[in-house]
C-alpha cells in the first residue's frame, strides 16, 4: 500500500499530478488546491496518497496533508460522495472551513462544491455532524465549537454570529474559533447581537 509520495514533479494536468519517484511516475489524482499547492515541474514534492482498488482499476489519490486525505475518506462514509465528488469538496473547501460547515450546519457553504446539489448537502451536514477525522489535524476552534454546542449542532444565534463575522472579513474557522471560547464561558443561549459584540472581542484581543 502506498502512503505517501517523495520525488520530483514530472508534469500537471488538470485533475492530476505526474510524480516521478527514481524514474517511476505515479499518476495522483487531486483536488483543484493540492494541485495549486504543489511545486513547479522538476522541484521535490511530498504527496499523501489514498489508493483505491476496484475490479476494472488502481487509483492514487493524492493529498497535500494527512488532514486532507482523513477528510477525503470521511467524506466518502455518506451515501452519495464518491472520489469525484471528494475531491471536489476539497476543491472548494479547506479541512478547516468543512469542519466549521459541519458543526454550524451550513448546508450552503457545503454546497459550494461542483456536484453536491441541496439534497447531497443537508445529507453531508447530518451524517457527519460531530464526527472528526480519525487522523490529522482538526481547527482547534472547530472542536471547541462542537464540544461547547454537544453534539456540533449550532444554534441560530450562533450561525447568525458565525455568518456576521465572516461578513466582516474573517475567516469561517477564526469566527468559529473565537465564538467557540464565547460558547464556553457563556453557555450556548447568548443572543446574536452580544455573541457578534463578544466574539469580535476576542476576534481584536
Known amino acids: 500500500m502506498i502512503g505517501k509520495l517523495k520525488g520530483l514533479v514530472d508534469s500537471f494536468d488538470d485533475d492530476h499530478v505526474l510524480i516521478d519517484c527514481g524514474g517511476v511516475c505515479y499518476q495522483a489524482f487531486c483536488s ?10 522538476g522541484e521535490a514534492a511530498v504527496v ?11 487509483r492514487l489519490y493524492g493529498f497535500s496533508s494527512d488532514s ?6 470521511l467524506l466518502m462514509t455518506v451515501q452519495g460522495v464518491g472520489a469525484r465528488v471528494a475531491l471536489a469538496i476539497l476543491s472548494a473547501l479547506s479541512p478547516s472551513e468543512i469542519s466549521s460547515a459541519i458543526a454550524l450546519q451550513d448546508k450552503a457553504m457545503i454546497g459550494r462544491a ?3 446539489g441541496p439534497k447531497l448537502a443537508v ?3 447530518t451524517e457527519l455532524k460531530g464526527k472528526v477525522p480519525t487522523t490529522g489535524a482538526v481547527d482547534a476552534g ?3 465549537l ?4 454537544g453534539e456540533g449542532i449550532a444554534s441560530s444565534a450562533i450561525t447568525d454570529a458565525v455568518s456576521a463575522l465572516t461578513n466582516l472579513g474573517y475567516s469561517s474557522a477564526q469566527a468559529s474559533a473565537a465564538l467557540a471560547r464565547v460558547v464556553a464561558r457563556e453557555g450556548d443561549d447568548v443572543p446574536t447581537e452580544k455573541l457578534i459584540r463578544l466574539g469580535l472581542r476576542e476576534l481584536s484581543s
Open 146 to 149: 462542537q464540544s461547547a454546542l
Open 142 to 144: 472547530t472542536l471547541g
Open 68 to 73: 486532507e486525505k482523513a477528510w477525503f475518506n
Open 114 to 116: 461542483n456536484g453536491v
Open 32 to 41: 483543484s488546491r493540492t494541485l495549486q499547492s504543489l511545486p513547479r515541474v
Open 123 to 125: 445529507r453531508l451536514v
Open 48 to 58: 499523501f496518497i489514498e489508493t483505491i482498488v476496484r475490479e476494472d482499476m488502481i
